[in-house]
C-alpha cells in the first residue's frame, strides 16, 4: 500500500457518479472507479486497477459494478411540525384556495397551534418517522426549519428538536431559523412588532445558543414585506447566519433581488420570479431552490422559468420541501423526479439538485455534495448502473448502502 494515501476502506469496482463539475462526462461519470475512506474522509477517488489499489491489504468493499452516488441532501424541509393538515387538504380539494384557507386561521397557524402544544420530547417523537424515511432513501443531509413556533420560546423548542434529531439517526441536520413564516395570532395587525420582536430577540438568542445556521422568511402578500424580510436579513447578517428566502412562491414580490442583495445561500420556490430577480440570482452566489412538491400540491400552473435560470447560469437545488400543509412528502426521490416531469429538469440536472447544488445552498460545497479527494464520506451504493434509475420509478427503493462519515448505516444483503 502507498505511503502518502491513507485508506482505511477501499469501495472498489464502483460506477461513481461523482457529481464533480471537473469530470467532463455526465454526472461526473468515471466507471470502474474506486473510493478510499480514511475515517470519516474520502481519501482518494482512483481507478480500481490503480498501483494502490491493487496492493491495498486491508478492508475491500467490492460495489461489483453498482452505482455509487454522492449522499443525497435535502436543503428545504418543515419536518419538525405537530398535527396533521389533511382537513385543510379535503377543505382546497372541494375548492377553498389556500390563501382563503390561511386567512380563516387554517393553514400555518393551525399547525402552529399544534405544535406549541407538543413538548419537546413529543414533537422529536412526530419528526422521527419522517426522518427515517428521508435516511432510508440515501438522504445523509437535511435542512430543518423552525417557523411553527412563533414565539421564542417555541421557536427555540423547534430548533432544538432539530438538533436532536442528529442524536437519533445518522444524518447532518442543518438547522434554520424561520420565525417569519407567519404572523402570530398575538401579534395580528401588528406585523412590523412582531418583525422587531424577531430582529432583537429571537435571531440572537438562537445564534448566541448556536441552534441556527441561517435565517429563512416567507417573503408573500400573505406573511412579509420585502422591508421586513430586509430588517430580518439584517439582523441575521449581524449574527453572521446564513439567508435564506421563501420567495416569489405565490405572487412576484421581488424577494429573490433581496436575497441576492444580501448574498444569501438560496431563494426558493421561484415560481413567479422575473428576469430582473433571475439577473440578480445569476450575479450573486444564491441558488435557486425548486421545490415541486409544493406546485404539484397546491395544483399551481406557474412553473419556475427553468429555461431562464439554467440560461443565466444560476445553480438550481430540488428538495422536498416536505411540510404538513404543502408538501407532505417525506421522500427527496419524488421531489427529483417530479423536479423532471413538472419543471423540466434533465434527471442530471434534478439530482445534482440533490447533491452539489443542495450542498451549496446549504453553505457547505466546500464538505458535501461530491465524490472528491477531502469530501466527507457521505455516499450510497445503489441497485442501479444508471443515475436516472434511482428516481425513475418509485415504491421500491434501490438503495443497497449507505454511507454517512464513512460508516455504513443501511446495509441490504
Ligand atoms: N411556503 C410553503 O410552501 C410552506 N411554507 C411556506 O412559506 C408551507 C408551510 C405550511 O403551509 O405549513
Ligand atoms: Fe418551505
Redesign the pocket.
Known amino acids: 500500500m502507498t505511503r502518502d494515501v491513507p485508506f482505511d476502506w477501499l469501495w472498489t469496482n464502483a460506477k461513481l457518479a461523482t457529481f464533480d463539475s471537473r469530470v467532463e462526462a455526465p454526472f461526473g461519470l468515471r466507471d470502474g472507479w474506486a473510493l478510499a475512506v480514511c475515517g470519516d474522509t474520502i481519501s482518494a477517488v482512483l481507478p480500481s486497477d490503480a498501483r494502490e489499489v491493487l496492493e491495498f491489504h486491508g478492508e475491500v468493499i467490492d460495489c461489483q459494478g453498482r452505482l455509487v452516488t454522492p449522499g443525497l441532501i435535502d436543503c428545504h424541509t418543515?419536518l419538525v411540525?405537530g398535527g396533521s393538515?389533511a382537513i385543510d387538504w379535503e377543505m382546497r380539494l372541494s375548492g377553498v384556495p389556500?390563501t382563503e384557507i390561511?386567512k380563516r386561521g387554517g393553514?400555518?397557524l393551525s399547525?402552529v397551534r399544534a405544535t406549541r402544544a407538543l413538548s419537546e420530547e413529543e414533537l422529536l417523537a412526530s419528526a422521527l418517522p419522517r426522518l427515517h424515511a428521508l435516511a432510508a432513501e440515501g438522504v445523509t443531509c437535511v435542512e430543518v426549519k423552525s417557523?411553527?413556533g412563533l414565539t421564542l420560546a417555541d421557536e427555540l423548542k423547534m430548533l432544538r428538536v432539530a438538533q436532536r434529531l442528529s442524536e437519533q439517526v445518522p444524518i447532518e441536520i442543518s438547522p434554520t431559523l424561520?420565525a417569519a413564516?407567519a404572523v402570530p395570532p398575538e401579534f395580528a395587525g401588528r406585523t412590523d412588532d412582531y418583525v422587531s420582536l424577531i430582529a432583537n430577540e429571537i435571531i440572537p438568542a438562537a445564534a448566541s445558543a448556536n441552534l441556527a445556521e441561517a435565517v429563512d422568511v416567507?417573503c408573500?402578500s400573505i406573511?412579509f414585506s420585502v422591508e421586513q424580510c430586509d430588517r430580518i436579513f439584517a439582523a441575521a447578517r449581524k449574527h453572521h447566519l446564513g439567508i435564506k428566502g421563501?420567495v416569489e412562491?405565490l405572487s412576484n414580490s421581488h424577494g429573490a433581488e433581496l436575497v441576492a442583495r444580501h448574498c444569501g445561500w438560496s431563494a426558493d420556490?421561484l415560481e413567479y420570479i422575473d428576469d430582473a430577480g433571475v439577473n440578480a440570482m445569476a450575479r450573486s452566489d444564491s441558488v435557486a431552490v425548486l421545490?415541486p412538491g409544493?406546485f404539484y400540491f397546491l395544483r399551481e400552473k406557474q412553473k419556475p422559468p427553468v429555461e431562464k435560470l439554467r440560461a443565466a447560469g444560476v445553480p438550481m437545488a430540488v428538495a422536498s420541501?416536505l411540510?404538513?400543509?404543502?408538501?407532505p412528502f417525506a421522500s427527496i426521490r419524488l421531489a427529483v423526479n417530479m423536479a423532471c416531469v413538472l419543471f423540466g429538469l434533465t434527471p442530471e440536472e434534478a439530482l445534482t439538485g440533490t447533491t452539489r447544488a443542495a450542498a451549496k445552498a446549504l453553505g457547505r460545497a466546500s464538505r458535501l455534495g461530491t465524490i472528491e479527494t477531502g469530501k466527507q464520506a457521505d455516499f450510497l451504493v445503489w441497485d442501479a448502473t444508471h443515475p436516472a434509475e434511482i428516481v425513475c420509478q418509485l415504491g421500491v427503493n434501490p438503495l443497497r448502502e449507505r454511507v454517512f462519515r464513512g460508516k455504513s448505516t443501511h446495509a441490504r444483503t
Open positions: 418543515h411540525f393538515r389556500y390561511a393553514g400555518i399547525t417557523g411553527y424561520l413564516h416567507f408573500e406573511a421563501h412562491q420556490h421545490l409544493a420541501d411540510n404538513p400543509g404543502t408538501s
